[in-house]
């Protein structure tokens, strides 16, 4: 796999497509903090570390759903590893006019656009979610 944190949002928005409670991927840091950022915003329930029948690590993700729709109505993977962008804090682009999130990978670890602008700090737009 070359790009494990866009096969962790392709698992998000096909789970929350098909209507199913909740997901599983393997775990690294990054995908906990892309999931710790989503819970915050309220676009996921919850999320666990647990481990499959081997052993490994996996990062159960439990969706969330208003009114029978899945709160995640799309996810985009903006930065890729064939071509990463980066923006300083006051270029971050908005999201659907300010009713999506962007995630960013900071200095200071990952951020949301939000976090990003009250602390004045720019980095490398990892995905949108609305």
């Known amino acids: 796999m070359t790009d494990p944190i866009s096969d962790f949002l392709t698992r998000l928005r096909n789970a929350s497509k098909a209507k199913?409670?909740?997901t599983s991927a393997p775990h690294s840091n990054m995908k906990e903090s892309i999931a710790a950022i989503l819970k915050a915003d309220?676009?996921?329930s919850d999320f666990s570390i647990g481990a499959d029948e081997k052993g490994h690590k996996t990062l159960v993700v439990t969706l969330k759903y208003v009114n029978e729709s899945p709160a995640i109505t799309n996810l985009t993977r903006v930065?890729?590893?064939g071509r990463r962008l980066y923006y300083r804090y006051?270029?971050?682009p908005r999201v659907?006019?300010?009713l999506g999130i962007s995630i960013l990978s900071t200095s200071r670890g990952l951020m949301n656009n939000q976090d990003c602008l009250r602390n004045k700090v720019g980095g490398e737009?990892?995905?949108?979610v609305w």
């Open 20 to 22: 199913k409670a909740e």
């Open 42 to 44: 309220g676009f996921i």
């Open 79 to 81: 930065s890729t590893p």
């Open 90 to 92: 006051s270029e971050i």
């Open 96 to 98: 659907l006019n300010g």
């Open 125 to 128: 737009l990892i995905c949108n």
